[in-house]
T-cell receptor
Framework: GAVVSQHPSWVICKSGTSVKIECRSL??????MFWYRQFPKQSLMLMAT?????????EQGVEKDKFLINHASLTLSTLTVTSAHPEDSSFYIC????????????FGPGTRLTVT | GESVGLHLPTLSVQEGDNSIINCAYS??????FIWYKQESGKGPQFIID?????DKRQGQRVTVLLNKTVKHLSLQIAATQPGDSAVYFC????????????????FGQGTILTVHP
């Protein structure tokens, strides 16, 4: 149980366009979802925390107008990279927790974004 | 801000050897620690966790040791196999339940483990 999926697994887009990444909890209701970004050979850096039905909380240095997060239901959160630039190319990973077990984060498989 | 770091960025071992991956953390308030394994192009995979009220926890072929005095965490993998080759991250959760940032993890830099047959 506690499976998290992401779609797409990889995406290539042109500079200036927007791309949406979905994160779904398949067999549990995710009260909180986290979005991470990982550059090659680096660690995971938390971008934002989203709770269902409320605005996301962004980490310092993350532009909320560029990385739009929507957690509209207990099983789906989306990250939209707006006006993408080559420097946004990265591996984006989401994770989810459920109420009462907030210590345990279940990670998705990640989405590889390449901006050309 | 607080951070979690690793002593060794790379570790190469022979198949069958025991591996030890180390991690130093700086937030003395952290009360929950997790080790993750990440294979290339995939998300982190939970290996083992430990709470601050413990100093050792064992799983299948893995053991995590926590030394709160020196704020050090280690992951021991017994009889390392080629399939263990991956990047290993430690992570800490320093937020208390009920806090606005509860559940947030801070990841260490990662150690690349390479197991040679």
């Amino acid at each position: 149980g506690a499976v998290v999926s992401q779609h797409p697994s990889w995406v290539i887009c042109k500079s200036g366009t927007s791309v949406k990444i979905e994160c779904r909890s398949l067999d549990f209701q995710a009260t909180t979802m986290f979005w991470y970004r990982q550059f090659p050979k680096q660690s995971l850096m938390l971008m934002a925390t989203s709770n269902e039905g409320s605005k996301a909380t962004y980490e310092q240095g993350v532009e909320k107008d560029k990385f739009l997060i929507n957690h509209a239901s207990l099983t789906l959160s989306t990250l939209t990279v707006t006006s993408a630039h080559p420097e946004d190319s990265s591996f984006y990973i989401c994770s989810a927790t459920y109420q009462g077990f907030e210590d345990e984060q279940y990670f998705g498989p990640g989405t590889r974004l390449t901006v050309t | 801000g607080e951070s979690v770091g690793l002593h060794l960025p790379t570790l190469s071992v022979q198949e069958g050897d025991n591996s030890i991956i180390n991690c130093a953390y700086s937030n003395s308030a952290s009360d929950y620690f997790i080790w993750y394994k990440q294979e290339s192009g995939k998300g982190p995979q939970f290996i083992i966790d430990i709470r601050s009220n413990m100093d050792k926890r064992q799983g299948q072929r893995v053991t995590v040791l926590l030394n709160k005095t020196v704020k050090h965490l280690s992951l021991q993998i017994a009889a390392t196999q080629p399939g263990d080759s991956a990047v290993y991250f430690c992570a800490e959760n320093g937020e208390e339940a009920g806090g606005t940032s509860y559940g947030k993890l801070t990841f260490g830099q990662g150690t690349i483990l390479t197991v040679h047959p």
